[in-house]
């Protein structure tokens, strides 16, 4: 179209454009014969045409006219190294099919990741290796020796996905992955922010599965360790090691296994603080949990490791005076829970079956801070007390704010710290004896407690002796009464 048409026809459309504007902006202040004219159709066929004409006219200059390129600039490409890195094992030789030893491939990759791009830093002296992934791709590797991570002062890795078995020759005191260094850093701290997820590791009875050394915010998430001789899993120092929906056993079993008696190591041993444990299951170890660093959580664990008739232990708290442990809606399944001199302990919302029970442990007559309570137990009508003390090493001397109440009890013993009790008679004595129910032997702290008479006398009556646990209450004169008594060992103070 030559310029000048264009010119023209451009004319012709802010000319319209102002008469549709003007049309508007007077639209309440036309003339009468406008309004008769609008009413009577005539003016609204008129500029039906004109807009018609007008949509006609710019269709056809956006057709003339070439379209236009955004003057946004288009999003900058990414620089090198600003995103994860995927380390697939078998572009470095590693075998899927494990019958070859894949060790020295998997080390490979494990050495670019470290060597690979990063940015920042997490603590102070652990470089960013920014989500680097170690893709085990579903394969099964065999290795001869520990993959250990080729230095410390790292973070953000992830190795997933994959199964790791142990040769003949792996060495008995090693882990399959070993999260010690191999050189040190100038954090207080070897690593940060390890992930290990969706994994298997068979142990060939050779050693461990996963070792966790002075790490800090390490996850160990989905997986499946078996066969372990030592540990299936070793948390010593740092902090933060958060372990959840995997499995563990050193047998693979389901329960009822006829070697039960000969099961051995730890599942899981935590030798360090403020570790949590959840959602859990450990199905064959001499020991399910060890503990014995601080302020560590297990929640929805279930240990069926090796029964405690078998000499077995679901959870092992070996920290004298220093537990601060909390133990909430677990699973003891015919193995039970050990505390060596509680303080700070708290175990709730539990269920022992089998006649698992609670023993608490006296190293140096340490039980404080003690709470026991709303857990179920179930057993087999044998005359197991749910709660008991071990006193070997000397008696429980300095017990205070302990609670053991409130737990429900089917074929066990009930034994509390809080108690309830009443008896009935003529005469000046009453006697209401609580050492069948009471955890701590000749102790009661604090006494409650009334007397009912409905004699025509009105006697004086007196707490007497509260000695081997047996509450006495006397009176001056002989009258039939009946005697309610409460009583509790657990505060001191």
């Known amino acids: 179209m030559e310029p000048a048409m264009q010119r023209k026809m451009l004319t012709i459309v802010m000319g319209l454009a102002s008469l549709l504007i003007a049309h508007v902006n007077g639209e309440t202040s036309l003339p009468f014969d406008h309004q008769k004219l609008t009413s009577d159709g005539h003016y609204l066929d008129q500029m039906q045409k004109m807009q018609a004409f007008k949509h006609s006219l710019l269709t056809r200059r956006q057709l003339a006219t ?25 572009t470095y030789g590693a075998d899927p099919t494990g019958k070859l030893d894949s060790t020295e491939a998997l080390l490979r990759a494990l050495t670019d990741a470290f060597n690979g791009p990063s940015e920042g830093f997490l603590m102070k002296g652990i470089k960013n290796l920014g989500g680097a992934h170690i893709n085990l791709q ?118 009822g296994d006829p070697g039960e008696r000969n099961f051995s190591g730890t599942a899981i041993n935590l030798m360090g603080n403020d570790n949590a444990v959840t959602d859990v299951v450990i199905f064959s170890a001499a020991i399910g949990v060890m503990v014995s660093g601080q302020a560590n959580t297990l929640s929805g664990v279930h240990c069926y490791n090796k029964a405690t008739g078998f000499g077995g232990t679901g959870i092992y708290l070996k920290l004298p005076s220093l537990t601060q442990t909390r133990i909430v809606n677990c699973y003891l399944d015919y193995t039970g829970i050990v505390a060596e001199d509680p303080m700070q302990l708290t175990i709730s919302s539990s269920f022992f079956l089998g006649d698992a029970f609670i023993l608490l442990k006296s190293i140096n007559g340490l039980a404080e801070g003690i709470n026991i309570v709303d857990n179920m137990f179930a057993g087999s009508d044998k005359g197991i007390e749910i709660v008991q003390l071990d006193q070997s090493k000397g008696p429980f001397k300095k017990i205070d704010q302990v609670v053991v109440d409130r737990n429900n009890v089917k ?71 009946s005697v309610f008594v409460m009583v509790d060992q657990g505060s001191a103070s």
Not at 434 to 452: G, K, M, R
């Open 66 to 90: 070439p379209p236009t390129i955004s003057s946004s600039p288009a999003p900058a490409p990414q620089p090198p190294g600003s995103r994860p890195s995927v380390y697939e094992v078998t």
């Open 138 to 255: 579903g394969g099964n590797y065999l290795i001869s020796k520990p993959l250990r991570l080729p230095a410390a002062g790292a973070g953000n890795l992830k190795i997933s996905g994959g199964t790791l078995t142990a040769s003949d020759d792996f060495p008995t005191e090693g882990y399959l992955i070993d999260l010690s260094a191999s050189s040190s850093s100038s954090s207080s701290y070897n690593y940060e922010y390890i992930t290990m997820k969706d994994l298997m590791l068979d142990c060939n009875f050779r050693g461990g599965g996963i070792s966790v050394i002075n790490s800090l915010r390490t996850s160990i998430d989905n997986c499946y360790i078996s066969h372990f001789s030592t540990e299936g899993i070793l948390v010593q120092n740092g902090h933060e090691t958060y372990i959840r929906n995997s499995f563990l056993g050193q047998h693979i079993t389901a329960g």
């Open 411 to 481: 074929g066990m013993n009930l034994k509390a710290t809080v108690a309830r009790g009443s008896v009935k008679g003529n005469g000046t004595s009453w006697t209401v004896d609580f050492s069948p129910v009471l955890l701590f032997p000749n102790l009661i702290n604090h006494v409650q407690y009334s007397l009912s008479s409905g004699g025509a006398t009105f006697p004086r009556h007196a707490l007497r002796n509260v000695s081997g646990n047996r509450v006495v209450i006397e009176s001056d004169i002989a009258v039939p009464a």
